[in-house]
């Protein structure tokens, strides 16, 4: 019913950039907040970020306020994670979830995953 799409994770030196995207199928009535949660090696998964369905609003971990952007285009069935200035302990799998707002780690639909490495 719902499929995610993971792409663009890569190797980035320290205070680089990059952009990951999660193309959405949702084939199932109602509406779906998306989003971005990480996984470190030896770590629990963690939120990053979401938008709501409408794109109104969004929602960021402290970690990463004013170096990250979500977006959504609607027309391309894509969510977006910006991801400038990255740090070290950015390095992580990052997944793609999509379920009710506000998104949490327990529930809604994964992709399955995108490596992020940042190099010092």
């Known amino acids: 019913q719902v499929q995610l799409v993971e792409s663009g994770g890569g190797l980035v030196q320290t205070g680089g950039s990059l952009r990951l995207s999660c193309a959405f199928e949702i084939r199932t009535s109602g509406f779906y907040a998306m989003g971005w949660f990480r996984q470190a090696p030896g770590k629990e998964r963690e939120f990053v970020a979401s938008?709501?369905?409408?794109?109104?609003?969004?929602n960021y971990a402290d970690s990463v306020k004013g170096r990250f952007t979500i977006s959504k285009d609607n027309a391309r069935n894509t969510v977006y994670l910006q991801m400038n200035s990255l740090k070290s302990e950015d390095t992580a799998n990052y997944y793609c979830?999509?379920?009710?707002?506000?998104?949490?780690?327990?529930?809604?639909?994964w992709g399955q995953g995108t490596q992020v490495t940042v190099s010092s």
């Open positions: 979830n999509a379920g009710p707002w506000p998104l949490i780690a327990s529930r809604g639909y």
């Open positions: 938008i709501s369905d409408s794109g109104e609003y969004t």
